[in-house]
């Protein structure tokens, strides 16, 4: 029962350099979402997917890209990473669509940039 | 644009009830979240509400929807250390997506 898989779970990075952070999922979920969770915050939607091929911003994309080449995978990437972007990452997946259908979460991936 | 507000902090003895609450701003929500939250780990989902309901149990947790207000509340009974945790509201709507409140912060004294 995997769920959504997220690696790194830590990582630190100089100013500058670039970084993935893969997302993974195994419930054949359409919706997939990028969120950070900067400290006593609640979570920020940065990119989200209604599919493959397909994605959007969402509240804060500046300084992130995302692709979704594949049901399964959703990865986000940094290209000059900046201070302002260490934060905890969570993916989430979720089947929209049909009735209730939650999010699921994993278990974060957490970046300092220094 | 939507928003979910609650309260950051909450402070129970073990044994007591605890009662989290959440309002929102946009109406045509359909389906109301809590989640939980534990120390470096991803968010939980506990339960949900259709806004058709006012009311849902599921064993120590009651979940109050009050539309009018849109008010949501979420009671945990028998509250215990392990319940210790960030306890987020969220709402979705078809067409949109999920909108997360910043998290109450639930501290269980023995």
């Known amino acids: 029962n995997a769920g959504v898989t997220q690696t790194p779970k830590f990582r630190i990075l100089k100013i500058g350099q670039s970084m993935t952070l893969q997302c993974t999922q195994d419930?054949?979920?359409?919706?997939m979402y990028w969120y950070r969770q900067d400290p006593g915050m609640g979570l920020k939607l940065i990119y989200y997917s209604v599919g493959a091929g397909i994605t959007d911003k969402g509240e804060v994309p500046n300084g992130y890209n995302v692709s979704r080449s594949t049901t399964e995978d959703f990865p986000l990437r940094l290209e000059l990473a900046a201070p302002s972007q260490t934060s905890v990452y969570f993916c989430?997946?979720?089947?929209?669509?049909?009735?209730?259908?939650?999010?699921?979460f994993g278990d974060g991936t957490r970046l300092s940039i220094l | 644009g939507e928003d979910v507000e609650q309260s950051l902090f909450l402070s129970v003895r073990e044994g007591d009830s605890s009662v989290i609450n959440c309002t929102y701003t946009?109406?045509?929500?359909?389906?109301l979240y809590w989640y939980k939250q534990e120390p470096g780990a991803g968010l939980q989902l506990l339960t949900y509400i259709f806004s058709n309901m006012d009311m849902k149990q599921d064993q120590r947790l009651t979940v109050l929807l009050n539309k009018k207000d849109k008010h949501l509340s979420l009671r945990i009974a028998d509250t215990q250390t392990g319940d210790s945790a960030i306890y987020f509201c969220?709402?979705?709507?078809?067409?949109?997506?999920?909108?997360f409140g910043p998290g109450t912060r639930l501290s269980v004294l023995p």
């Open positions: 989430a997946s979720s089947l929209l669509g049909t009735d209730n259908q939650p999010q699921h």
């Open positions: 969220a709402e979705w709507n078809y067409g949109q997506n999920f909108v």
């Open positions: 946009d109406s045509s929500s359909t389906y």
């Open positions: 419930m054949n979920h359409n919706y």
